[in-house]
C-alpha cells in the first residue's frame, strides 16, 4: 500500500504542566510521538511528516537518523488546520491518499488503520474519520452525521451546543484523506471558533459543501484512540502499552508472575522459559535469553544476559554483559562495562563497573571491583576494594587466573596479580604480585594480657 503520513505533533501540551514538550513524554521506554510514527510505517508509509514546534530540536534529534521522516516547522500553533497547512510542500508531492495521525495518540494500532484505509476505499471517499464511541466524550469533537450515516461535521467541545455534548460518538483526531483535496481545503479553513484556532475537523463541513463524502471508521476497542493531554491521561496510556509488551511476551512463552507491576519497555527481548517476578523493570534494548530467573524488584537497563542466568533480588544492572549461568545479587550493582563470563557468581552489596570477570570467579559479598580485568577461577573475598581512583585518574587492576583473594583486601591500582597467587586477609596490595607467591601485608597481631583489665581497675 503506497500512502503518506502526516503527523500533528507541534502542540506545546499545556496540561502537562512540563518542561518538556508533550510528544516527547517516554511511554514505556519511547516518547510518545515514536509510536504514531512507528504504526504509520507498519501500514506502509513510506513518506512522514512530522508537523513540529514546541522544542522542534528535541523532537527533530531524536528522528535524526530516520530518513522516512521530514521535519515541518509550524513556528506559531495556531490550531491542526494550520499545522496541516504548513505542511503544504510535503503536500505537493503526495497524490494517492494521506493518513493524519496525532503525535498524542499513541495507542492506535496498526490493525485498525489498515481498517480505516480499508474503509476509505470502499466507499471511495474524499475523507474518512476514525471515530469512537465513548461513555464519557468529554473534551474531544463530537461527530455530527447526517441520516444516510455520512458526515456533516465535527463541532469541538468548547463550540458545541448542549444538545451536541450529548453525541458520544468522537473524532479520534486520525484521518485518512484524498491528498488532492486536502491541499486545497486547508487553505480555506477559518478560525471563527471559540479557541479561535484553525481546525482542521473544518475540512469535514467543506467536503460536505462541495458534495464530496465523508465517512466514519469506528474503533473496535476506544482506548486505542485515547489522546495523551495531562499526566493522568499519560499514565493510562503508558499501563495500555505496557500490557500489550507484556501480553506478547507471555504469549511468546516469558512468565510473567504478576503483569500489572513489571514494568517491559519497547524493544525488550526476552527468552522463552524465563520467569519474571513482580517490580522488575526491563529497558533500554535489553536482551535475556532463555531459562532465566528475574527476581523481585530487580533493574536491567541495555543489558545482554545469557541463558539461565539469575538475577536475585534487588539488583540494578546496566550496560552489562552477562554470559550463561552466571548468578547476580541480591542487591549486586553492576554499572556500564561490567562483563561476566559463565558460571561467574556475584553476591550481595557487590559493585561492578567496567570489569571483566573470567569463567567461574566469584565475588560473593561486600565488594566493589571497577577498572579490572580477572581472569577464571578467582575468588575474590568478601570486602575486597580494587582502589581504581588516585583522585585524577582511574588505574587498571589485572588479577590472573586461579587467584584466591582472602577478606578485607585493596588493591592500589595500577597493580597485577599473577597467577594462582594468594593474598592474605587484610593486606594492602600496592605492588605486582608474580605467580604463585603469598603476598601479605598486614601488622603483626600483638597480644598484651591482662591489658584491659589493669586499665580499668579491679572494680570490673
Ligand atoms: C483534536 C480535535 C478533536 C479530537 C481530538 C482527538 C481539532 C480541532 N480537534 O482536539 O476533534 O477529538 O483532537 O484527540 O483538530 N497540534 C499541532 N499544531 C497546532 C495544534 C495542535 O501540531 O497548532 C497537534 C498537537 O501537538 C496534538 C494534535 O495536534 O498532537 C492534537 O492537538 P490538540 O490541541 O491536543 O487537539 P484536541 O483539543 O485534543
Ligand atoms: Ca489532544
Given at each position: 500500500?503506497e500512502?503518506?503520513?502526516l503527523i500533528?505533533?507541534?502542540?506545546k501540551?499545556?496540561?502537562?504542566k512540563s518542561?518538556?514538550?508533550k510528544?516527547?513524554?517516554?511511554?514505556?521506554?519511547?516518547?510518545?510521538?515514536?509510536?504514531?510514527?512507528?504504526?504509520?510505517k507498519?501500514?506502509?508509509?513510506?513518506?512522514?511528516a512530522?508537523?513540529?514546534?514546541?522544542?522542534?530540536?528535541?523532537v527533530?534529534?531524536?528522528f535524526?537518523?530516520?530518513?522516512?521522516?521530514?521535519?515541518?516547522?509550524?513556528?506559531e500553533?495556531?490550531?491542526?488546520?494550520?499545522?496541516v497547512?504548513?505542511?503544504?510542500?510535503?503536500?505537493?508531492?503526495?497524490d494517492?491518499?494521506?493518513l493524519?495521525?496525532?503525535?498524542?495518540?499513541?495507542?492506535?494500532?496498526?490493525?485498525t488503520?489498515?481498517?480505516?484505509?480499508?474503509?476509505?476505499?470502499l466507499?471511495?471517499?474524499?475523507i474518512?474519520?476514525l471515530?469512537?464511541?465513548?461513555?464519557?466524550?468529554f473534551?474531544y469533537?463530537?461527530?455530527?452525521?447526517?441520516?444516510?450515516?455520512?458526515i456533516?461535521?465535527i463541532?469541538?467541545?468548547?463550540?458545541?451546543?448542549?444538545?451536541?455534548r450529548?453525541?458520544?460518538?468522537?473524532n479520534?483526531?486520525?484521518?485518512?484523506?484524498?491528498?488532492?483535496?486536502?491541499?486545497?481545503?486547508?487553505?480555506?479553513?477559518g478560525?471563527?471558533?471559540?479557541q479561535?484556532?484553525?481546525?482542521l475537523?473544518d475540512?469535514?463541513g467543506?467536503?460536505?459543501?462541495?458534495?464530496?463524502?465523508?465517512y466514519?471508521?469506528?474503533v473496535?476497542?476506544?482506548?486505542e484512540?485515547?489522546?495523551?493531554?495531562?499526566r493522568?491521561?499519560m499514565?493510562?496510556?503508558?499501563a495500555?502499552?505496557?500490557?500489550r509488551?507484556?501480553?506478547?511476551?507471555?504469549?511468546?512463552?516469558v512468565?510473567?508472575?504478576?503483569p500489572?507491576?513489571?514494568y517491559i519497555?519497547?524493544?525488550?527481548?526476552i527468552?522463552?522459559?524465563?520467569?519474571?517476578?513482580?517490580?522488575?523493570?526491563?529497558?533500554?534494548?535489553?536482551?535475556?535469553?532463555?531459562?532465566?530467573?528475574?527476581?523481585?524488584?530487580?533493574?536491567?537497563?541495555n543489558?545482554?544476559l545469557?541463558?539461565?542466568?539469575?538475577?536475585?533480588?534487588?539488583?540494578?544492572?546496566?550496560?552489562?554483559v552477562i554470559?550463561?549461568?552466571?548468578?547476580?545479587g541480591?542487591?549486586?550493582?553492576?554499572?556500564?562495562g561490567?562483563?561476566l563470563?559463565?558460571?561467574v557468581?556475584?553476591?550481595?552489596?557487590?559493585?561492578?563497573?567496567?570489569?571483566?570477570?573470567?569463567?567461574?570467579?566469584?565475588?560473593?559479598?561486600?565488594?566493589?571491583?571497577?577498572d579490572?580485568?580477572?581472569?577464571?577461577?578467582v575468588?575474590?573475598?568478601?570486602?575486597?576494594?580494587t582502589?581504581?581512583?588516585?583522585g585524577?585518574?582511574?588505574?587498571v587492576?589485572i588479577?590472573?587466573?586461579?587467584?584466591f583473594?582472602?577478606?578485607?583486601?585493596?588493591?592500589?591500582?595500577?597493580?597485577?596479580?599473577?597467577?594462582?597467587?594468594?593474598?592474605?586477609?587484610?593486606?594492602?596490595?600496592?605492588?605486582?604480585?608474580?605467580?604463585?607467591?603469598?603476598?601479605?601485608?598486614?601488622?603483626?597481631?600483638v597480644?598484651?594480657?591482662?591489658?584491659?583489665?589493669?586499665?580499668r581497675?579491679s572494680g570490673?
Open positions: 500500500m500512502i503518506a503520513a500533528l505533533a507541534a502542540g501540551g499545556t496540561r502537562m518542561e518538556i514538550v510528544v516527547m513524554h517516554p511511554l514505556a521506554g519511547k516518547p510518545m510521538v515514536a509510536y504514531p510514527v512507528a504504526v504509520a507498519m501500514v506502509g508509509a513510506s513518506r512522514i512530522l508537523v513540529v514546534g514546541h522544542q522542534a530540536e528535541r527533530q534529534e531524536y535524526n537518523r530516520d530518513e522516512t521522516i521530514s521535519i515541518v516547522l509550524q513556528e500553533q495556531l490550531g491542526t488546520g494550520h499545522a497547512a504548513c505542511a503544504a510542500e510535503f503536500l505537493a508531492g503526495c494517492g491518499d494521506l493524519i495521525l496525532c503525535g498524542d495518540t499513541p495507542l492506535i494500532t496498526g490493525e488503520l489498515r481498517s480505516l484505509v480499508a474503509t476509505h476505499n466507499h471511495g471517499a474524499a474518512t474519520l471515530t469512537a464511541r465513548l461513555p464519557d466524550p473534551g469533537g463530537r461527530v455530527i452525521k447526517g441520516s444516510d450515516g455520512r456533516l461535521r463541532v469541538e467541545e468548547k463550540d458545541a451546543t448542549p444538545v451536541e450529548e453525541i458520544d460518538e468522537i479520534s483526531g486520525i484521518y485518512c484523506v484524498k491528498a488532492a483535496f486536502l491541499r486545497e481545503a486547508v487553505t480555506r479553513i478560525n471563527d471558533n471559540v479561535q484556532e484553525y481546525y475537523t475540512i469535514i467543506l467536503a460536505d459543501e462541495a458534495g464530496l463524502a465523508c466514519s471508521c469506528a473496535t476497542d476506544p482506548a484512540v485515547m489522546g495523551v493531554n495531562d493522568v491521561q499514565a493510562a496510556a503508558g495500555v502499552l505496557r500490557g509488551i507484556n501480553e506478547a511476551l507471555m504469549l511468546s512463552g512468565t510473567i508472575i504478576d500489572a507491576t513489571t519497555e519497547q524493544g525488550s527481548v527468552g522463552r522459559d524465563t520467569v519474571i517476578f513482580p517490580n522488575a523493570v526491563i529497558g533500554g534494548g535489553t536482551v535475556i535469553g532463555e531459562g532465566c530467573v528475574i527476581a523481585p524488584s530487580v533493574t536491567i537497563t543489558c545482554r545469557g541463558d539461565r542466568v539469575q538475577i536475585k533480588a534487588g539488583s540494578v544492572l546496566e550496560e552489562s554470559h550463561n549461568d552466571v548468578a547476580v541480591p542487591m549486586a550493582h553492576l554499572r556500564p561490567t562483563v563470563k559463565e558460571q557468581k556475584i553476591g550481595n552489596f557487590v559493585e561492578t563497573k567496567k570489569a571483566v570477570i573470567g569463567e567461574g570467579s566469584k565475588a560473593s559479598h561486600l565488594t566493589y571491583l571497577g579490572c580485568f580477572i581472569g577464571k577461577d575468588n575474590i573475598g568478601c570486602g575486597t576494594i582502589c581504581n581512583y588516585d585524577k585518574k582511574k588505574h587492576t588479577i590472573e587466573d586461579g587467584v583473594v582472602g577478606s578485607d583486601v585493596q588493591l592500589v591500582a595500577p597493580v597485577t596479580v599473577g597467577k594462582n597467587s594468594l593474598i592474605a586477609a587484610g593486606t594492602t596490595v600496592t605492588t605486582d604480585i608474580p605467580p604463585d607467591s603469598l603476598a601479605l601485608s598486614r601488622t603483626p597481631q597480644n598484651k594480657e591482662g591489658w584491659v583489665k589493669n586499665k581497675g570490673h
